[in-house]
C-alpha cells in the first residue's frame, strides 16, 4: 500500500475515533421518545397493576447501546402474567430505535416483538420465549 494512503487512513481512523469519543463522553443522552402509541402516562397499568410505560423504558434502556442488559429483560418478563400485560407492554413501547455509537448507524427501529429478536441471541430468545409461554402469552 502507498505511503499516502496509509497516511489518509490513518488520519480518517483518528478523526472517526475522535468523533466516536465525543459523542460518547460530551454529548447529552437522546431523550427517550417511543411513537406509535408509545409513553404516556395515563392507562398505562392494567388489572395486574404494572406500570407498563415504566417497564417499557426499562427494556429500552436495556436494550439501547451496544450490549444487552439480560437481567433487565428477565425481570420484565418474569412480572408479566399474561397476553393483556404483554399486549400493554408493547403498546407502551412503541416504536423506537436501538442504537450502538460505536457503529454510527441505527441497529433496530420498530415495536417490542423486534427489539427482542434484535438484541437476544438464539438461546437467549428460547429463553425468553419459554417465559412467555409458561404465561400463555404469544411466542416473540
Known amino acids: 500500500m502507498e505511503k499516502k494512503t496509509k497516511m489518509i487512513l490513518i488520519v480518517t481512523g483518528s478523526i472517526v475515533a475522535a468523533y466516536a469519543g465525543y459523542k460518547l463522553f460530551f454529548s ?4 427517550i421518545t417511543p ?20 417497564l417499557a423504558d426499562k427494556l429500552f434502556t436495556a436494550f439501547n447501546g451496544c450490549g444487552t442488559d439480560n437481567n433487565t429483560w428477565r425481570s420484565v418478563l418474569s412480572q408479566l402474567k399474561n397476553q393483556s ?27 417490542l416483538q423486534g427489539a427482542f429478536r434484535s438484541e437476544l441471541s438464539d438461546s437467549e430468545l428460547g429463553e425468553a420465549n419459554a417465559t412467555l409461554a409458561s404465561k400463555n402469552i404469544s411466542s416473540l
Open 28 to 31: 447529552p443522552a437522546a431523550p
Open 35 to 54: 411513537t406509535n402509541g408509545g409513553g404516556g402516562t395515563n392507562s398505562s397499568t392494567t388489572n395486574s397493576g404494572l406500570n407498563f410505560v415504566d
Open 85 to 111: 400485560d404483554w399486549d400493554a407492554l408493547s403498546k407502551a413501547y412503541g416504536t423506537r430505535t436501538i442504537t450502538c455509537i460505536i457503529t454510527f448507524w441505527d441497529n433496530y427501529t420498530g415495536g
